[in-house]
């Protein structure tokens, strides 16, 4: 693995683990965005936040790196209607409309970086 690479994986651990800290640091940011349908909204938040906090932590070690990844793109697969979702809403309120439009397309590229270390 070459140095660029190296850091590049460090960085995405960092990303997935900061994340993952966020969804317990700041509850009711991703409560607003969660879809209406998701049961137990509370639950499933401190859940996803401690996904990405392992699936962050599993990036570091070549054991368990793969495993991670495959984590990684799951997780990013199974958020993307609550980011749908967020962006629906943006647009009905005339706010963070751009930025959560953006949101979308950078999921596929947050998959493919993933993809790119199997």
Known sequence: MTDFHFYALFLMAAIYIFAGYSHFR????????????VPQPERVNLLVGGIEIILGLGLLFSATRNVALWGI???LIAVFPANVYHFQKAREKGTHVLATALRLPVQGLLIWWAWSYL
Request: zero cysteines; hydrophobic letters at 55%; aromatic letters at 20%.
């Open 73 to 75: 793109i799951a997780l």
């Open 26 to 37: 700041n509850p009711k940011f991703f409560l607003k965005i969660t879809p209406r349908w």
